[in-house]
């Protein structure tokens, strides 16, 4: 069996980190192990990573990922678990490839032969919803998602919640369906009053009403509200959902493929959260070897509802050089939008698509750490991005 021979990483533009692992034979596969804002610290992990997984077995996926989850003691969390994605992703798509099939034929098969997908409209400060979301619609979308609000105090004025209503509105006269995504900075005071305001128009979700670290008042807002409740980004192993899903707290859990300990450890929480009834849409502003992977769980996951995808995304657009989610793929048409929304199952082998190394090589020479934005309040006081 072939054994790795080397592990890079390249830091690239809009804020993605994507990981390179080949074997003895020279064929290789893609991994992304982006932790927006934290590029330098998975850096380090991978630096601590590369020299023990160097010489094993690339057949081997699940016993590299035990070996990095038993064998460092400390575990766990998002910059070890970002880096663990991009190897374990990598992995997968490098056994495709040699054994010449596409990445969910190795995951049991597809159940489905499409994958409905979502693109975001405004930005962090959301504005002009209804011309953007003309323009996802002329995609061929059927669903989008904004930020909420802006940043908020504590507690705020209710009249500050009253704009992420009249968007939703906007938005839904359109003929879309939008999830709203509270994105952790709206804290509970606020979060009972914006999901009551916008209960009434019906989105297609709220997303992290509340920061994943307040279970029991993610518990309490869920009695309190019928709009689904998503959450999961800032959540990296099965043992951080367990209790979400003992709680019967959350609708729909949105993994991150490249936070969550890649395609091993998603597939296995996604399988998880079918036994308590809970959907799967996977959280996915990346880049497209996180997206590409994302695609393969959709395909073969029975709870699968729908995908998050950067096309045209905020973070995409403010960086300047025309570089968005089709930039690094030699052909783009891997992904384009068909009816309704959906995206065809990928024919490729490993992930499916190919990666432009020399457009990577040249982008990384010149991508600085990416870092999060910072809000404050007009006290000067700090406020969740």
């Known amino acids: 069996m072939p054994k790795i021979t080397s592990v890079v990483y390249y830091r690239v533009k809009p804020r993605w980190l994507m990981v390179k692992v080949t074997d003895e034979n020279g064929e290789f596969g893609w991994g992304e192990a982006t932790l927006e804002g934290h590029d330098l610290a998975v850096e380090g992990c991978l630096e601590e990573m590369i020299p023990r997984v160097?010489?094993?077995?690339?057949?081997?996926?699940?016993?590299?990922?035990?070996?990095?989850?038993?064998?460092?003691?400390?575990?766990?969390?998002?910059?070890?678990?970002?880096?663990?994605?991009?190897?374990?992703?990598?992995?997968?798509?490098?056994?495709?490839?040699?054994?010449?099939?596409?990445?969910?034929?190795?995951?049991?098969?597809?159940?489905?032969?499409?994958?409905q997908v979502y693109c975001w409209i405004g930005g962090d400060r959301p504005s002009d919803v209804e011309t953007a979301a003309k323009a996802r619609l002329a995609q061929g979308l059927k669903c989008v998602k904004m930020n909420a609000t802006e940043d908020l105090n504590w507690v705020d004025s209710p009249s500050s919640l009253d704009a992420a209503v009249e968007r939703l509105k906007i938005v839904?006269?359109?003929?879309?369906?939008?999830?709203?995504?509270?994105?952790g900075r709206v804290h509970k005071a606020m979060a009972k009053q914006l999901a009551s305001a916008l209960e009434p128009y019906r989105p297609l979700f709220i997303e992290e009403p509340l920061l994943s670290e307040h279970p029991e008042a993610i518990k309490q807002l869920a009695g309190l509200?019928?709009?689904?409740?998503?959450?999961?980004?800032?959540?990296?192993?099965?043992?951080?959902?367990?209790?979400?899903?003992?709680?019967?707290?959350?609708?729909?859990?949105q993994p991150d493929i490249a936070h969550a300990g890649g395609i091993s450890e998603t597939k296995r929480i996604a399988t998880m959260a079918e036994a308590y009834d809970v959907a799967i849409a996977p959280h996915c502003p990346?880049?497209?070897?996180?997206?590409?992977?994302?695609?393969?769980?959709?395909?073969?996951?029975?709870?699968?509802?729908?995908?998050?995808?950067?096309?045209?995304?905020?973070?995409?657009?403010?960086?300047?050089?025309?570089?968005?989610?089709?930039?690094?793929?030699?052909?783009?048409?891997?992904?384009d939008i068909g009816n309704g929304g959906y995206i065809k199952a990928p024919k490729g082998y490993g992930?499916?698509?190919?990666?432009?190394?020399?457009?990577?090589?040249?982008?990384?020479?010149?991508?600085?750490?990416?870092?999060?934005?910072v809000f404050h309040g007009p006290d000067g006081s700090i406020r969740e991005w």
């Open 286 to 335: 990346l880049g497209p070897v996180a997206f590409a992977a994302c695609m393969h769980i959709a395909l073969s996951t029975p709870n699968f509802a729908i995908l998050e995808m950067s096309l045209g995304m905020h973070y995409n657009t403010e960086a300047g050089d025309d570089i968005d989610l089709l930039t690094y793929l030699k052909d783009p048409a891997v992904f």
């Open 225 to 253: 509200t019928t709009i689904p409740i998503a959450l999961g980004e800032r959540l990296y192993t099965r043992w951080d959902v367990k209790r979400f899903l003992e709680d019967a707290s959350i609708d729909i859990l």
């Open 54 to 115: 160097v010489g094993k077995d690339a057949n081997e996926i699940e016993n590299i990922w035990q070996m990095f989850w038993r064998h460092g003691f400390y575990r766990g969390g998002p910059v070890f678990m970002s880096a663990l994605s991009g190897i374990d992703i990598a992995l997968w798509d490098l056994k495709g490839k040699n054994l010449k099939v596409p990445i969910y034929e190795l995951l049991g098969g597809k159940v489905r032969n499409e994958v």
């Open 172 to 183: 839904k006269s359109l003929g879309l369906d939008a999830g709203m995504d509270f994105h």
């Open 351 to 373: 992930l499916g698509i190919e990666i432009d190394e020399e457009v990577v090589r040249k982008i990384s020479k010149e991508t600085p750490p990416w870092q999060c934005k």
